[in-house]
C-alpha cells in the first residue's frame, strides 16, 4: 500500500511539474498554496518548476499556525519529517541559532502533526530536491498572528539566511481563504460572478 501510495503521489507531481515553466529560475523564494493537492497540486507546481536543486541547500519553510493561538513563531521538536518519497532532514544547527534569539517558541508534536500548513509542501519539497536529496536540509517555521513590530524583527533576523544563495524560501499561503467557515465572504460586485471575484482577489497577491 504505501509502495503504491508513493508511486502514485511521485506520478502526480512529475505530472504536474512536466506541465509548469521554469522562467525565473533559480528563485530565492517561492509562494504557494498548502490546499489538498487535488484542488492546487497544478497551481502549486509553477511554483516549485522554479527552484534549481542543483544551486539550494537548505528550505525554509513558513507556514501559518491553524490549530493554536500563536503570536511569535515556532519551531519543530522533531528532527526529521517523513515524506512518502524520502525523509527529509531539519537542520539543527540553524534551528540552535534561531533558538538562541529567544524569539521563537516549541510546538508540541501534536500541532506539528495537526498542522497542514508546512506539511503539504513536504512532498512537492521532496519531489524538487530529489536529485540532490543527500545534501539538502529544512528548517519549518510556524508562524503566529504577529504584530508589525515582530514581523519586521523576524524579517531582520531571517534576512541574513534569504541573503545566502544556497538557501531557498518556501511561502506556504492561504491566499485569501474565502468562505462563510472562515468569516470572510468579501463580494466586489464589479468583477462579475462571485468566483471572480475570488479569482481577483488571489490574483491580488502578485501585486503586493
Known sequence: TNFLFRSQLNTQLEGWLSQAQS????????????AGYSYCGACAAHAYKQIDPSVTRR?????????????????????????PLYDLRIDQNVYADLWKTGMFERMSLQTDEDEHSIEMHLPYTAKAMESHKDELSIVPVLVGALSESKEQDY???LSRYLADPSNLFIISSDFCHWGQRFRYTYYDEAQGEIHRSIEHLDKMVNTF
Not at 529560475?25 to 498554496?33: E, N, Q
Not at 528550505?59 to 515524506?83: D, M, N, Q
Open 23 to 34: 522562467t525565473i529560475s533559480p528563485a530565492r523564494a517561492i509562494i504557494a498554496p498548502h
Open 59 to 83: 528550505v525554509f519553510i513558513l507556514g501559518p499556525s491553524h490549530h493554536v493561538p500563536l503570536s511569535r513563531c515556532a519551531l519543530s521538536s522533531a528532527e526529521v519529517y517523513k515524506t
Open 155 to 157: 524579517g531582520k533576523l
